[in-house]
């Protein structure tokens, strides 16, 4: 009945019909509904005062036009992702597909917006281009702290992805760099090694991470001094930055294990071993604090040790369709993906 009136509403509205409706019979070849459905109908737009008090042997007349159905807007999430589209890898794809899958079956709309994962990154450029329509909640993954303090300060309902912000007064969903850095040293300082090298992306360098702190932290207590230079890197900026840094550690002592963050970093870490005729794990042991899928894939497979970016999802969806709340941290741990690229390092080393 109230697909039927629905669809007389809308013809009426439209001028399907004017100042009379046809007869019921009309009415049936023309809506193909039943009869008794259609005097329901008639029912209830007469009720509303569209139409007239039928009459015997006289059509029905049409007395206005029927308001229009105020339409519930509809909610949209606005997701800063703080790389370009075309550069993101594999797991974060992954993540914001099944995010704006999950978003939408909740009859909710889904923004991406990009930004950028340099520490210095502000939120003024994303905001400009949400202009005058921005979504009504924003989450930023794995953005840098004062990208996600600026949008907070912006708009209030902003949830962070990552990043280390455990300590803002916000809704965070995020892992604990340090507790990542923190199991991949046990795993490499119990089989042996101390030549550990954790390259610094832009975003750790400037130590706001936590991973960092882990790892003075762990290497100390196990009788190690770091030498930043070799042990904490940084990686130069452009597309061979990650490659100039190796030739430069190899210039001084080979290191013997390394932590790398993503799995491009995996790939170039196995394509400079196989340049020096180094195999992995029996020269070089890795490990890798991310999940992706393709470090199953490579020969040797890398360990990975990260959460995996899927586990978001469900975190995302009940934040934003359920009524804002006191600021909620949710924690989530590592786990430990198999691969085969971690061993004892070589005799005499």
Request: hydrophobic share 40%; glycine share 10%.
């Amino acid at each position: 009945m109230e697909s039927a009136t629905a669809t007389l509403r809308d013809g009426i509205r439209e001028g399907r019909w004017h100042g009379f409706l046809p007869g019921i019979h009309q009415l049936r070849l023309e809506m193909d509904f039943g009869r008794a459905t259609l005097e329901r109908a008639l029912a209830v737009l007469t009720h509303e005062g569209v139409l007239a008090e039928a009459r015997h042997g006289r059509r029905r007349a049409i007395l206005r036009l029927p308001a229009r159905e105020r339409r519930p807007r509809m909610l949209r999430l606005g997701l800063v992702l703080p790389v370009h589209w075309r550069d993101a890898d594999r797991e974060d794809v992954e993540f914001v597909t099944s995010l704006q899958l999950a978003i939408e079956r909740e009859g909710c709309g889904f923004t991406i917006y990009p930004g950028h994962r340099a520490v210095n990154s502000g939120f003024e450029p994303v905001r400009k281009m949400a202009g005058r329509e921005p979504p009504d909640a924003w989450a930023i993954y794995q953005g840098g702290r004062r990208l996600i303090e600026e949008c907070r300060l912006a708009h209030p309902r902003t949830l962070a992805l990552g990043g280390a912000v455990a300590d803002l007064d916000m809704d965070v969903v995020a892992w604990d760099g340090g507790v990542l850095v923190k199991r991949s040293l046990e795993i490499l300082l119990k089989a042996g090694h101390r030549r550990i090298v954790l390259p610094l992306v832009k975003t750790w360098k400037d130590g706001e991470h936590r991973g960092v702190a882990a790892f003075y932290r762990e290497m100390r207590e196990a009788g190690i001094a770091v030498q930043p230079s070799f042990h904490l890197p940084v990686v130069p900026g452009g597309a061979s930055g990650f490659r100039e840094m190796l030739e430069r550690l190899w210039r001084w002592t080979p290191p013997t294990a390394f932590i790398v963050q993503t799995a491009s970093q995996a790939v170039e870490m196995l394509c400079f071993a196989g340049s020096r005729g180094l195999s992995v794990p029996e020269d070089l042991s890795v490990i890798a604090l991310c999940s992706n899928p393709l470090l199953r894939e490579l020969r040797p497979s890398i360990l990975g040790l990260a959460v995996e970016s899927s586990k978001l999802v469900p975190h995302v969806v009940n934040w934003f369709v359920q009524p804002p709340a006191p600021a909620r941290k949710v924690l989530l741990y590592p786990s430990l993906g198999s691969g085969d690229s971690v061993g004892p390092p070589p005799r005499g080393n």
